[in-house]
């Protein structure tokens, strides 16, 4: 199972990316999007889950990302409007089988892709 995430640039605040993450392989009960900002730990960002209800947010991007899932294509999708100078950071998508209540914790996650760097300037 392999996940390649693109889509990541420098950008000013208030702009919009999309991040793309292709998967191969199996597929997975949860698809989710994590960040790192430098000198911080990875932080949940979003996950995709239909058999768990659907999508979850950070609160902090709640209302300016959307997370999607084109089944037939296994990609995994970051719709990021309205970027903030403290959403810079590399996004990583990962893969795995998390119970619900674990759906926002990177270590329930299996795999992981290489990641994006995100920068938005002020």
């Known amino acids: 199972v392999q996940l390649q995430a693109s889509g990541g640039g420098l950008v000013q605040a208030g702009a919009s990316l999309r991040l793309t993450c292709a998967a191969s392989?199996?597929?997975?009960?949860?698809y989710g999007w994590f960040r790192q900002a430098p000198g911080k730990e990875r932080e949940f960002v979003a996950a995709?889950?239909?058999?768990?209800?659907?999508?979850y947010y950070t609160d902090s991007v709640k209302g300016r990302f959307t997370i999607s899932r084109h089944n037939a294509k296994n990609t995994l999708y970051l719709e990021m409007n309205s970027l903030k100078p403290e959403d810079t950071a590399v996004y990583y998508c990962?893969?795995?089988?998390?119970?619900?209540?674990?759906?926002?914790?990177?270590?329930?996650?299996?795999?992981w892709g290489q990641g994006t760097l995100v920068t938005v300037s002020s």
């Open positions: 990962a893969a795995g089988n998390p119970i619900l209540s674990s759906i926002r914790a990177p270590e329930a996650y299996t795999t």
């Open positions: 995709a889950c239909a058999s768990c209800g659907g999508n």
């Open positions: 392989g199996r597929t997975f009960r949860s």
